[in-house]
């Protein structure tokens, strides 16, 4: 059974940095489609990004583009997703999700994903 175990969340100023982790464990890590999402209170799921672990194809959402970076550490079976120039509206519980690498469409809704992690909360001040 695919396991994600997501952390990295905390308060930040607006302007500060976190660096999100996603650990994956029981599945072969190069074959997946590993993707970020988050939920700000009262809203839907948002996809942010994700990475396809097969090519290292990155993809970022255009609220999130030259701010945030997704990464993968092959060796520690880990996902990253390292948050600058963080804004209050980027508050939200993070999630990272998983599907196999060629069983999803676009990678950007939460229903092409089949494993989920718990979510980690990131609170942005002014």
């Given at each position: 059974?695919?396991?994600?175990?997501?952390?990295?969340?905390?308060?930040?100023?607006?302007?500060?940095?976190?660096r999100?982790?996603?650990?994956?464990?029981?599945?072969?890590?190069?074959?997946?489609?590993?993707?970020?999402?988050?939920?700000?209170?009262g809203?839907?799921?948002?996809?942010?990004?994700?990475?396809?672990?097969?090519?290292g194809?990155?993809?970022y959402?255009d609220?999130?583009?030259?701010?945030?970076?997704?990464?993968?550490?092959?060796?520690?079976?880990?996902?990253?997703?390292?948050?600058?120039?963080?804004?209050?509206?980027?508050?939200?519980?993070?999630?990272?999700?998983?599907?196999?690498?060629?069983?999803?469409?676009s990678?950007?809704?939460?229903?092409e994903?089949?494993?989920?992690?718990?979510?980690?909360?990131?609170?942005?001040?002014?």
């Amino acid at each position: 059974e695919v396991q994600l175990q997501a952390s990295g969340g905390g308060l930040v100023q607006a302007g500060g940095s976190l660096r999100l982790s996603c650990v994956v464990s029981g599945s072969t890590f190069g074959d997946a489609a590993i993707g970020w999402f988050r939920q700000a209170p009262g809203k839907e799921y948002e996809g942010i990004s994700y990475i396809n672990l097969n090519d290292g194809n990155t993809y970022y959402r255009d609220s999130v583009q030259g701010r945030f970076t997704i990464s993968a550490d092959n060796a520690k079976s880990t996902v990253y997703l390292q948050m600058n120039s963080l804004k209050p509206e980027d508050t939200a519980v993070y999630y990272c999700a998983a599907v196999s690498g060629g069983d999803y469409n676009s990678g950007w809704t939460a229903e092409e994903y089949d494993y989920w992690g718990q979510g980690t909360l990131v609170t942005v001040s002014s």
